[in-house]
């Protein structure tokens, strides 16, 4: 089994004072590091690999290895920066994990995703559900087959992908759904975001 990996690392950090947010120090290691070394935790629990792709300005430093690429013309918002980053895939695979570079366990999450998915194989993704029942779109597994009907669908139907709200994007497809606890939901948007992530680091 190979899981590939979509992370969105750009957008405007505004409420953090317009941070480069991939490269905020997160108890001492970047945003994007933490995520990025949570992906190799996972994989290595699931016994799998798979190619990784960060959507990002070229400001933010990709490890070695890792595909970098950006929605052209960039800003062009999360729907636009995911469907770049499956576009530089170069193997295909049933599965993609959809990640945001800013909820740094988000990825520990993910073998139960995929167990979830693959039990309900009717379905198109699975999702995880934040303490509070919001559907995290960026913290999912899902199908490659449906993503790429679904915008083939969006393309002749809305047209341009820039712009373009992720949750009307997924609204059509088929998912199940993962209440997962606030410390793997948790994203981080302010100051106070950053500290409390420290503590949930602290003590995971």
């Given at each position: 089994?190979?899981l590939p990996?979509?992370?969105l690392a750009?957008g405007a ?10 490269d ?6 970047r ?6 070394e949570?992906l190799?935790a ?7 690999a798979?190619?990784t792709?960060?959507?990002?300005p070229?400001e933010?430093?990709v490890?070695?290895?890792i ?9 062009g918002g999360p729907?636009?920066?995911l469907?770049?980053?499956?576009d530089?895939l170069?193997?295909?695979t049933p599965?993609?994990a959809a ?9 520990e999450a993910l073998?139960n ?6 039990d309900?194989p ?5 999702i ?6 919001r559907e995290?779109?960026l913290?999912g597994?899902?199908r490659c087959a449906?993503?790429?009907a679904?915008?083939?669908q ?5 047209g341009a992908?820039?712009g373009g709200?992720l949750r009307r994007?997924?609204?059509p497809?088929s998912l ?12 981080i948007?302010t100051p106070?975001?950053l500290?409390?992530a ?7």
């Amino acid at each position: 089994m190979e899981l590939p990996a979509v992370i969105l690392a750009g957008g405007a950090a505004r409420r953090l004072g317009g941070a480069c947010k991939p490269d905020l120090d997160l108890s001492g290691t970047r945003l994007l590091d933490h995520v990025l070394e949570a992906l190799r935790a996972a994989r290595a629990e699931l016994g799998c690999a798979g190619e990784t792709v960060v959507v990002a300005p070229p400001e933010v430093r990709v490890p070695e290895g890792i595909t970098r690429v950006l929605e052209d013309p960039p800003r062009g918002g999360p729907l636009a920066g995911l469907t770049a980053g499956l576009d530089a895939l170069t193997r295909d695979t049933p599965f993609v994990a959809a990640l945001a570079c800013d909820a740094p366990r988000a990825p520990e999450a993910l073998p139960n995703l995929v167990r979830r998915l693959i039990d309900a194989p009717r379905t198109d993704g699975a999702i995880a559900l934040d303490p509070d029942g919001r559907e995290q779109y960026l913290l999912g597994i899902y199908r490659c087959a449906a993503l790429a009907a679904r915008r083939e669908q969006w393309e002749a139907e809305v047209g341009a992908l820039r712009g373009g709200s992720l949750r009307r994007f997924v609204a059509p497809l088929s998912l199940v759904r993962l209440e997962l606890p606030h410390a793997l939901t948790h994203d981080i948007d302010t100051p106070a975001d950053l500290d409390a992530a420290a503590g949930s680091l602290g003590s995971s």
